[in-house]
C-alpha cells in the first residue's frame, strides 16, 4: 500500500514470522561430538598474575632429600643418626614449601603438580616427626628401639606404599616432561631400597652374633710342638677368641712325624711350628706373626685384640712397632740364650754372656714400656695380641736361666697375663696334643 507521497509501505499486519527462514546444516558424527565434547580454555589469568609454584614445589624436595642422601651415604661423618640434626629441614622446606606450592597449584587448576606436591610434601613432615626427639617414637620400642623387629616393620611397609604411589605418580608423569618424569621413576627405587634396608636392620649381625657364629666352627688343627714358644702365642688367641681347634703334635727332625718330614713339609715348606689349617676357610698359615694376623682379621671382627679401622694411626703405629719388637730382637735373642745354654754342642761362654746381655736388655725396654700401664699391658690402649705374642718368650726366662726380679712392671705384667683363662687353657691343651 502507496502513502501520500508515492511510497510504499509494509502492511503492519505481516507477521516477522513470515520473513524467517529455516537453514538445515548437513554433520557428520565427529563433527556433532566436537561441538559437545571439545575442551573449553579455562577462564582467568591466575597464572600470569600470580606467578609458577613449580620451582618452590621442586625447591622444597630437593633441600631436604639430598641433604638425607648425603648422610644415608656418610658423607664426612655422617650416619643415618645425623638425620635427627636435619629434622627441620623435613618440616620447613619439605613440609611447609611444598605444601604452600600444592595449594598454589590447586587454585591454579593444577591437580597432578597439587596432589605430587601434597603427597610428597606431607612425607617429608612425616619423616620428620619420626626423627624428632621430641616425640621420641623409637622410645616406645624398648631397649632396642630404632633397632626392633616391630619399628623397622612398620617402616618398611610405609616405604612399600610409597614405592607403590610413586609408580602411579610415574605414570602420571608420562603427559608431562622428560626430567620430570625421570625424577618421579628413580623414587620409585628409592623408596623400595629404603623398604628393603629397613625390614633387614633387625637382623645385622652383631659382635654377639659372631660369638655364636663361633660355636658353630669346625674344628681347626694347630700343628705344635710342647716345648718351644711360638706355638702358644696362637693357641692363647685362639681360646680368647673361643675358636674351636685341636693340637697336633709333631717332632724336631725329619722323620715322618717330624718337622723337616715330608708330610709337614706339605703344611709349611719352612718346617717350623705353628702352623695353622682352618677348615672353615680352607687357609692354611704357618709361622706364627701370620698366623695370629690371619685369626685377627677373620675371627676378630669386633677388635677386641687389635687396632681397627676407627683407632688412630698412632696406635695401630704402636700395634706394629710392638710386635716388631718381640718378633726381630727379644723372641731372637732369648732363642739364642736357650740354644748356647742348652743345646749347642761345644760351650760358647762369650756366645751366652752376649745373648743374655742383649735379653736383658730387651727385658728393660719392655718394663719400661709396661711401666706406663702399671703392669697392666704392653700397650695403652689394652691387653690384647700384642700381649699374647710376649707371654711365651718372657714366661721362659727360668728355662733360660734369666732373672726378672728387678724388672718389677715385667713382673707384675707376666704374672697377670699367667692368670687369664685364655693363657691357662693353652698351657693344657698343646701338651695334651695329639702326636702326628
Not at 630404632?146 to 617402616?155: H, K, M, R, Y
Not at 680368647?240 to 709337614?264: C, H, M, R, S
Amino acid at each position: 500500500m502507496a502513502n501520500g507521497h508515492g511510497i510504499e509501505k509494509l502492511d503492519d499486519s505481516s507477521s516477522a514470522a513470515d520473513l524467517s527462514r529455516q537453514v538445515t546444516v548437513q554433520m557428520s558424527p565427529e563433527q556433532y561430538e566436537r561441538l559437545f565434547f571439545q575442551p573449553t580454555p579455562a577462564k582467568g589469568d591466575l597464572a600470569k598474575r600470580l606467578g609458577n609454584p613449580t620451582l618452590l614445589g621442586v625447591c622444597g624436595f630437593l633441600v631436604p632429600f639430598c641433604t638425607t642422601m648425603m648422610c644415608l651415604l656418610q658423607w664426612r661423618g655422617t650416619g643415618p643418626a645425623s638425620l635427627t640434626g636435619i629434622s627441620g629441614s623435613y618440616y620447613f622446606f619439605g613440609g611447609i614449601a611444598m605444601n604452600v606450592a600444592a595449594l598454589c597449584e590447586f587454585i591454579l587448576g593444577n591437580t597432578f603438580p597439587f596432589a605430587l606436591f601434597m603427597i610428597y610434601g606431607v612425607h617429608w613432615i612425616n619423616l620428620g616427626y619420626m626423627q624428632d626427639p621430641l616425640h621420641n617414637i623409637a622410645g616406645a620400642y624398648g631397649a632396642k628401639g630404632a633397632e626392633s623387629i616391630g619399628f623397622n616393620a612398620g617402616n618398611g611397609m610405609y616405604n612399600v606404599v610409597m614405592t607403590l604411589i610413586s609408580f602411579v605418580f610415574f605414570l602420571g608423569s608420562l603427559r608431562t616432561n622428560a626430567p620430570f618424569c625421570l625424577a618421579v621413576f628413580c623414587l620409585i627405587f628409592l623408596f623400595a631400597f629404603l623398604a628393603a634396608a629397613t625390614f633387614a636392620t633387625p637382623y645385622i649381625a652383631t659382635p654377639a652374633d659372631g660369638e655364636y657364629v663361633l660355636l658353630l666352627l669346625r674344628i681347626g688343627v694347630l700343628h705344635a710342638h710342647g716345648t718351644g714358644p711360638n706355638p702358644y702365642k696362637v693357641a692363647i688367641l685362639l681360646d680368647a677368641l673361643q675358636i674351636p681347634y685341636k693340637v697336633k703334635l709333631w717332632e724336631f727332625g725329619d722323620a715322618p712325624n717330624g718337622v723337616k718330614g715330608p708330610a709337614f713339609l706339605k703344611i709349611n715348606p719352612n718346617g717350623r711350628v705353628p702352623a695353622l689349617e682352618d677348615p672353615n676357610t680352607s687357609v692354611t698359615s704357618w709361622e706364627s706373626h701370620a698366623c695370629i694376623s690371619y685369626i685377627l682379621r677373620v675371627y676378630d671382627t669386633s677388635n677386641k685384640f687389635h687396632p681397627g679401622q676407627s683407632t688412630s694411626e698412632q696406635e695401630k703405629v704402636n700395634y706394629d712397632s710392638w710386635t716388631s719388637f718381640l718378633l726381630s730382637t727379644l723372641g731372637p735373642m732369648t732363642g739364642q740364650t736357650n740354644w748356647y745354654r742348652h743345646y749347642n754342642s761345644v760351650t760358647n761362654d762369650d756366645a751366652l754372656k752376649r745373648y743374655e746381655e742383649q735379653t736383658y736388655r730387651c727385658y728393660g725396654v719392655l718394663d719400661g714400656q709396661l711401666a706406663k700401664t702399671a703392669g697392666k699391658s704392653v700397650l695403652e690402649s689394652g691387653y690384647g695380641a700384642v700381649d699374647m705374642h710376649f707371654y711365651p718368650w718372657v714366661a721362659q726366662h727360668g728355662f733360660a736361666g734369666l732373672d726378672i726380679s728387678k724388672y718389677s712392671s715385667l713382673e707384675k705384667w707376666l704374672k697377670s697375663v699367667a692368670g687369664k683363662p685364655e693363657v691357662k687353657e693353652a698351657y693344657k691343651k698343646i701338651p695334651r696334643g695329639e702326636e702326628a
